[in-house]
């Protein structure tokens, strides 16, 4: 968990280093000897990003357009960054369409087909961070993907992370109270990602 957010951390402070040029940010993350480091430092990296293109500050980036999978597309032939960049982009998504969470989701469906479940889950996260970690709220869309287990599944993990990573009020339940009303078919996954974390939090204690 804190390795996760020390690689995190990096790629944040690499983007803002090289003044927000992300080929450059992204090559220095994939160049990092630790394969696991790579994930979050993308993920920073992206996040980084699209930080600079919702907020007013010094750093701009020239890597966000009108275009809902920019920059995800520029790395469609780099499946493993593409992957990461779409953990992200439902932020901007989020920015472009004004927190319509509809359209946001019909643009997850037209992600790339190994992206969508990280478009989703990216998805997930926002709507557990705009509805203020609201159980019923966030189930509200997730649930528009019980057809699709692997895109559920998706969805429930990030609001999950969510609400376990910024904890809020009701701290000793929240995660368990969100996965008592999951759906069947994604409550057991639910728990399980509740016992990662719970297992990854005692090895560092």
Known sequence: FEQFHCFHGAGHGIMAYFNNDL???VAVCMRLSIEYGKSPCL???????IVAGTTKGDHTTKWLSSDPHFPCNR?????????QCYQMQTSWMSYLYKL???????????????????CYRSFGKDIGLYVYRDPKKILHYCNRLSNNK??????ITGALYDILDFWGFNLQNQGENFCKIVLPIGRKQCYQEIEKRKKNLEKQS
């Open 100 to 118: 319509d969470f509809d359209l946001i989701m019909s643009e997850c469906s037209r992600a790339p087909q190994q992206s969508v479940a990280s």
């Open 23 to 25: 080929p450059k940010a």
């Open 150 to 155: 692997k895109y559920y599944d998706a969805c």
């Open 43 to 49: 993920n920073g990296v992206f996040m980084e990003n």
């Open 75 to 83: 790395f469609d032939k780099e499946l493993f960054i593409l992957d």
